[in-house]
């Protein structure tokens, strides 16, 4: 699997990163009546359509049903579900209580909605996507806690958990990405692409040991990918922080790097030149710069390596500014 972690790691080769999107706010925590929960139905599609996101049904009995109770207890009231619903899902509830008055248009909507959708029990869920298409039915209490609920919906899929990483890292929202990392390795600790992608946002909020160690931690569950490899090398070669640099090692991790790109990438053959000037190879690191160079073409990258070349042929190895 590729990793997106170039695009983000690599900033100076597109002149900074774009403020793409905005994100709402944290993902509130406790009581599940804290969670968004709409009742508007026709207002949640039209909210998942303009968000492209999907549409959690949850249909229940909230005053007198022991296990929808259970189920809002064990799942909805949890941070972890709090975190995944605020990423990708609209969330409805449809409710038929016993001792709570409901609006007669509400009535009317949930029992329009629980003949459309079949429900026979209380608790059941349903996920939508935006255009109502079925795409998950849960009848029933889901045993096992937040983290097997949220499996079921498919939230543990790597390309769900991808996409609200790159949503909240180009809105600059670097704590959030780091959560919506943490929260995929959860689920599987073997995501070397979640460690690659939390690595980039760590190092966007300066917590540069943070990011070498999850950098090294892709490279040990991939170590042929040539974005990890490029990704801990650089850091290793450019890091402000002295207790994070080692340039024999930035050596050998772009070499590697080099090397999966057949000596074509033009990030990694930069990334080359910064781990031989660390070294004090400044010769080395002007002739691989220079031709990193004959591979770009955007001005800002350009500028950017130029900038580079000028200071190995100075004699003086490149370190990144804190941003």
Known sequence: MNTPALCFHRVRFFGGLALLAAVAGCAPQGSSSNLPWM????????QAK??????????????WCSWCMKLDHDVYQTPEFA??????????????????????KVEQQNSALQAKYGVQGFPTTIL????????????GYVPGGPKFFIAQLGGHAPDEFLKAFKTKFYARDFAGAIKVCSLAISFDPNNALAYDCR??????RH??????????????????SLEANDALAWILAVSPNEN?????????????????SQWKSPEALDTLAAALAETGQFADAVKWEKISLGYLREKSALDDANHRLGLYELNFPFREEPK
Not at 244 to 260: F, I, M, P, Q, S
């Open 39 to 46: 009742t508007d139905y026709a207002a949640a599609v039209a």
């Open 50 to 63: 303009r968000e492209h996101k999907k549409i959690l049904l949850d249909f229940t009995g909230s005053d």
């Open 83 to 104: 975190e995944y619903s605020a990423m990708d899902l609209v969330l409805v509830k449809v409710d038929f209580p016993q001792r709570t008055a409901l609006s007669a």
């Open 128 to 139: 939508l996507d935006a255009n109502e298409k079925i795409l998950v039915t849960l009848d």
């Open 199 to 204: 690595g980039a946002a760590r190092e966007e």
């Open 207 to 224: 917590d540069f040991a943070g990011a070498l160690a999850d950098y090294q931690r892709a490279v040990e569950m991939q170590p042929k």
């Open 244 to 260: 994070v640099r080692n340039g024999a090692k930035a050596v050998e991790y772009a070499t590697a790097a080099c090397k999966l």
